[in-house]
Nanobody, 124 residues
Framework: QVQLVESGGGSVQAGGSLGVSCTASGYTDITVRMGWFRQAPGAEREGVAA????????YYTDSVKGRFAISRDDAKNTLHLQMNSLKPEDTAMYYCAAADNYGGIWSVPAYKYWGQGTQVSVSS
């Protein structure tokens, strides 16, 4: 089992920056990919950024490319998402997720472990 706890987030005006972090505990060695997903009210959960734990390959959905950066600190078992040039449409609950098998990068069922989420709100 892997436990994930998010922190950070908050409220910011459009154009601002925020960071969210995720601390992993438990059998973290079994994870092959970690990702950030978000879910706005009334919308489906969507993948935002992901990183493969073995080679560090990163992936971004088109809407955040050039604005968001995902990174890992293996020594601290922490996943971080730096969000710059934020837009009101980035407002959502942000979730950290971990997969123990390779599946679709943006596939929700491909990620077995999930955090409780942290809110990010961007005002215009």
């Amino acid at each position: 089992q892997v436990q994930l706890v998010e922190s950070g987030g908050g409220s910011v005006q459009a154009g601002g920056s925020l960071g969210v972090s995720c601390t992993a505990s438990g059998y973290t060695d079994i994870t092959v990919r970690m990702g950030w997903f978000r879910q706005a009210p009334g919308a489906e959960r969507e993948g935002v950024a992901a990183i493969d734990t073995i080679d560090g390959m990163t992936y971004y959905t088109d809407s955040v490319k050039g604005r968001f950066a995902i990174s890992r600190d293996d020594a601290k078992n922490t996943l971080h998402l730096q969000m710059n040039s934020l837009k009101p449409e980035d407002t959502a609950m942000y979730y950290c997720a971990a997969a123990d098998n390779y599946g679709g990068i943006w596939s929700v069922p491909a990620y077995k472990y999930w955090g409780q989420g942290t809110q990010v709100s961007v005002s215009s």
